[in-house]
């Protein structure tokens, strides 16, 4: 494979999911009534710490169809809202300022309040770096007007993410096959061009602030398109397969299920992605041999083949499903469904079964009361089944050795005793949060388990998101969280605008019952030091991380000295980190595919920092490793 062959896969190494999303398996705590909506506020300045006036800030909130937005006025002060509630906002916050790069507020790192307004703080923008480059045709001529796209990203739980939003820059060459870029945020960045009948080809660099990187000359090679057919296991074509090789460019197989893929070259060695509904999607590595090709599955299910001539042959598998039938108990009628979790499980002592692996589905009800779920691995699994109005209900699968179809689930599902919480699982938690032995008026409480998972946070290996299994508002002081199953190892987060979390726990949850817990939240504390070997160039463009072994995190961005400042921390022990979007981790497992960063160690070269409450530490020393 040339140079430029494995440039451009690296581009497409990853499909650019978010997987943090993954560890929020539960639904959460139900409410009596909807919470009243809340606001989200901050101030946006400019490198030199001017208010910047007229910047767009925007986000997406979970169950809200509209996106939010707001322009900055002359104070750089914004107001976004009014927004539905929503726990640890899985959408970036993203501020866009004329002239300056893209700067967001990270996904997962702030939520918006029931009924009161969340400031975000200081929000401060940068001046984005700058590329430069030219096109040539094969014969080395420059090619005007080759349509140039520019995807940001950044890297999260070992995966290279798309920033929400507009990630993707469009460009055109000019008369000369030149282009010049829009100043970029710190990121990896990824440059493609895509010409009909040419190889697509691409650059791949980190964003430098402030800086202008003139790129090496692509000159395009003639493609060498790649015919095939897409076929079910009884070899019957499948039409209407959406299918890509290393491209932002979708064909689509016809009638006879036939298609060709342009844009490769005569060394292919590419991610072959496609998908139709009703079909398991197909994610291969794809290698052209001497006798045709070779494949592997590069979500780790342990598939691989080879296709002999010279056309690639794809069998695609059907979707299998859980189906059944959701009831009243007492009338028959069928019960439309709100969610369904899906679990694997063991069974300890006494026969007591012990959740693991759990996810919210995707559910389908094709009719009131029928429902199917769509699953890949042959296991035996348990379902909770959810609706407003009802007790949460549980069934079991049979234990299956190969993918099939499950139907004839029937779940009787029992009207809740009031009539108000669409669950009531036979374990809740309940209790007062107080701050200062006053009630909290607003805020969140959520159940987590410590998940353990590392992934990367401003480029640096850290314990990332917990598991979250059920969060719920806290209203006057009180709080009620939905446990879904015995553990010895759950704790309560409580989280309220301009305070540091509290965090109790392990806490022990192992009977059927409503269990009481009264929470006093605590005073904080802070972090303050120094980087001391900030890059030329990078200064006020570093960012300090923090973490603790049960998932609570934080981050800071450094000063143009080298100063930072991480306040209102959570009592307990934290590893801190210097990094930044673009950063590349040596803590980050090598090899292609990337492998998973689940089991790296977060605490290698982290300095390790206790905080007690109400008391700061000084004269902290960090450095950016080489």
Known sequence: ????????????????????????????????????????????????????????????????????????????????????????????????????GRQYVARGSYSVYPGIDADLGTIQVDRGGVFTGRVLDADGTPYPNAPIDCELSR????????????????????????????????????LFVHVPGRREDSWRRPVVPGAELALETIRLEREVPVPGVVRDERGWPIAGVKLRLNSRYFETSDAAGRFTLHGQGPDLYAFLDGSRNGYVDINWHVRRSDGGFDWNDYHGRDRSGSVAGKELVVVMEPTTWIEGLAVDADTGEPVRLDRIVLCQFDRGPGGRVQLKGCQITRLEQPESGRFRIEYYTPAE????????????????????????TISGLDVRMKKDRDGTHPSRPTRRLTGRVTRDSRPVAAGWAALWSSSGITGLLRGRTVVVSPGVWSWATIRDGVYTL??????????????????????????????????????????????????????????GHLWVVAFTETSLRAEAKIDA????????????????????????????????????????DPWTRARKVTVAPGREIEGVELTLPE
């Not at 910047?55 to 169950?63: E, F, I, S």
């Not at 999260?156 to 920033?163: N, Q």
């Not at 409580?494 to 009481?516: C, H, N």
Request: glycine share 10%; net charge negative.
């Open 482 to 539: 939905d446990v879904p199953s015995a553990s010895s190892d759950w704790y309560v987060v409580v989280e309220e605008p301009g305070q540091p979390p509290t965090r109790v726990g392990p806490i022990s949850i192992l009977e059927d019952a409503e269990k009481t817990l009264d929470i006093a939240c605590a005073a904080g504390g802070a972090i303050r030091g120094r980087v001391t070997n900030v890059p030329p160039g990078w200064a």
């Open 1 to 100: 494979m040339n140079r430029n062959a494995y440039r451009h896969l690296v581009c497409r190494m990853t499909p650019g999911l978010y997987l943090a999303a993954l560890l929020i398996v539960t639904g959460p705590a139900a409410d009596a009534e909807p919470p009243a909506q809340g606001t989200l506020s901050g101030t946006v300045l400019d490198p030199d710490g001017a208010p910047v006036k007229g910047a767009r800030v925007w986000v997406n909130t979970t169950d809200q169809d509209a996106m939010a937005q707001a322009h900055t006025s002359g104070d750089g002060r914004f107001r976004l809202g009014p927004l539905r509630p929503v726990y640890r906002n899985p959408f970036d916050l993203l501020v866009d300022a004329p002239g300056f």
């Open 561 to 600: 000295d080298g100063r930072f400042l991480l306040a209102k921390l959570a009592p307990g022990e934290y590893g801190l980190k210097v990094g930044h979007d673009a950063f590349d981790d040596s803590d980050v497992p090598r090899g292609f595919p990337t492998p998973p960063l689940w089991h790296a």
């Open 381 to 404: 699994y348990h379902l909770s089944l959810h609706a407003a109005g009802y007790q949460e209900a549980e069934t079991f699968t049979p234990q299956m050795t190969r993918r099939r």
């Open 155 to 190: 890297n999260i739980l070992g995966e290279r993410v798309s920033w929400d939003g507009p990630s993707l820059i469009s460009l055109t060459t000019d008369a000369t096959g030149s282009f010049r870029t829009p100043p970029l945020p710190v990121a990896d960045c990824c």
